[in-house]
């Protein structure tokens, strides 16, 4: 799912000096994206992970319907 928060992945075969400097300067420069990630953030800091992931756990176990 493409949540628009951050470039496009670099394959590692690509990665470079210039390639990597390319996508830093597409984050910094990109008001939509770090409008997005700071939404995405708040949603995060809202939800109670522990909690999902002791209910995902049992849920992998059988313990729950």
């Given at each position: 799912?493409?949540?628009?928060?951050?470039?496009?992945?670099?394959?590692?075969?690509?990665?470079?000096?210039?390639?990597?400097?390319?996508?830093?300067?597409?984050?910094?420069g990109d008001e939509a994206m770090l409008q997005k990630a700071q939404?995405?953030?708040?949603?995060?800091?809202?939800?109670?992970?522990?909690?999902?992931?002791?209910?995902?756990?049992?849920?992998?176990?059988?313990?729950?319907?």
């Amino acid at each position: 799912m493409r949540l628009g928060v951050s470039p496009a992945p670099i394959p590692y075969q690509k990665v470079s000096e210039k390639t990597l400097a390319a996508a830093i300067e597409v984050v910094l420069g990109d008001e939509a994206m770090l409008q997005k990630a700071q939404e995405l953030g708040e949603k995060i800091r809202g939800e109670d992970g522990v909690a999902n992931a002791v209910e995902a756990f049992h849920r992998h176990l059988g313990l729950m319907g």
